[in-house]
């Protein structure tokens, strides 16, 4: 009986250094690893990180408690886009057909995990920029922007603050654009006092063609823009992509992006992320989908949170957010 209650003894002091130890090393490795990622050899594990955290509103923290924000800036600009002048971009001599049909394709990617949506509409002149009723105070979600619009088809759209006009407080409403807002050839908001100052948008013609680098608001006029909202980098300009190596520079996240065929047809592109089956994709992924559908001009839109596609009356991808869709102050849509 002695000879039972001392190997008893035994078993459980093994088992009290076997949990001590795991235990240890539990506390040790949550301690080191955000200093290994962020101070260690690991180039393109920190950039990931910063890039992921730094596209989000609520978690930007992460980066910007071990890094300070030039370091952020300097990681975020090494691999990016390249910038894209207004005159970079070739006009596109299309002849639109008003064919009103929508292709949608759902894609994979197995080898880096991510699943998103295509929608090409071939009549340009259908899409258009639609925005929140609320606009100022708060956003809408992308479908009930879509359904204000009739619209058989929309995403999520450009940049915007969550906070209300005249007030810095955080919101979490999505209320406030940022930089220009146009629809139907009606300046809606504008932020950028100087006409000439140049800025990232995604602006479309009368005719239907899409424009995407740095473009000012005089620029847009005399192009004859009738929608545009603030929002980057371009990726494919006249067919060739921007980012020339690296993956981008904003990490691995839920993607929306926009681009245009020769033949006019417009490409609306979603990517899933933050989740087990789809993780996100960098903007290089996004860039390099574009171009396999021929896109020969192509920008990236508002991501993480507010990615949204919405098609022939719900929404078809799955958003990242655990709530469902976020509120947002523009979207592009496809009118009936």
């Known amino acids: 009986m002695k000879k039972r209650r001392r190997s008893n003894k035994k078993k459980k002091s093994v088992w009290k250094l076997v949990l001590c130890f795991l235990l240890f090393e539990f506390i040790f490795t949550g301690m080191t690893a955000p ?10 594990v920190k950039r990931t990180v910063v890039g992921a955290a730094m596209t989000t509103l609520s978690h930007q923290y992460i980066a910007k408690l071990f890094l300070s924000d030039e370091e952020i800036q300097k990681i975020l600009a090494g691999n990016a886009a390249a910038g894209v002048e207004q005159n970079s971009v070739k006009t596109l001599n299309f002849e639109n057909k008003h064919d ?39 956003g809408e ?9 009739n619209a058989v088809a929309a995403i999520n759209g450009g940049a915007f603050k969550d906070s209300s006009s005249g007030s ?25 006092e100087n006409s000439d100052k140049k ?79 789809s993780v996100g994709a960098s903007l290089r992924d996004v860039q390099n989908i574009m171009l396999k559908y021929g896109a020969v001009n192509a920008t990236n839109l ?6 949204t596609m919405y098609y022939e009356g719900e929404v078809i991808n ?19």
């Open 35 to 44: 200093f290994l990622i962020f101070h260690g050899p690991f180039e393109n």
């Open 100 to 138: 009103s049909s929508i292709e949608r394709e759902d894609i994979s990617d197995d080898r880096k995990k991510f699943k998103g949506y295509v929608l090409i509409i071939h009549d340009p002149s259908r899409v258009k920029v639609g925005y929140s009723k609320k606009l100022g105070v708060a």
């Open 141 to 149: 979600l992308t479908s009930r922007i879509a359904k204000n619009n």
């Open 168 to 192: 810095s407080k955080w919101t979490g409403t999505g209320g406030k654009p940022t930089g220009i807002l146009m629809s139907n050839g009606k300046i809606v908001s504008n932020d950028i």
């Open 199 to 277: 800025s990232e948008v995604m602006a479309i013609t009368k005719k239907g063609q899409l424009l995407v680098g740095n473009h000012s608001l005089n620029d847009m006029k005399q192009k004859g823009v009738t929608e545009a909202i603030s929002f980057g980098p371009a990726l494919v300009v006249n067919g060739k992509g921007t980012i020339k190596s690296g993956d981008g520079g904003w990490g691995i996240a839920p993607r929306t992006a926009i681009g245009q065929r020769t033949d006019g047809a417009m490409i609306f592109l979603v990517i899933d992320g933050r989740q087990a089956k």
């Open 302 to 307: 508002d991501g993480g949170s507010s990615t």
């Open 318 to 336: 799955n958003t990242c957010d655990p709530l469902g869709e976020r509120s947002v102050p523009s979207a592009i849509y496809v009118k009936p």
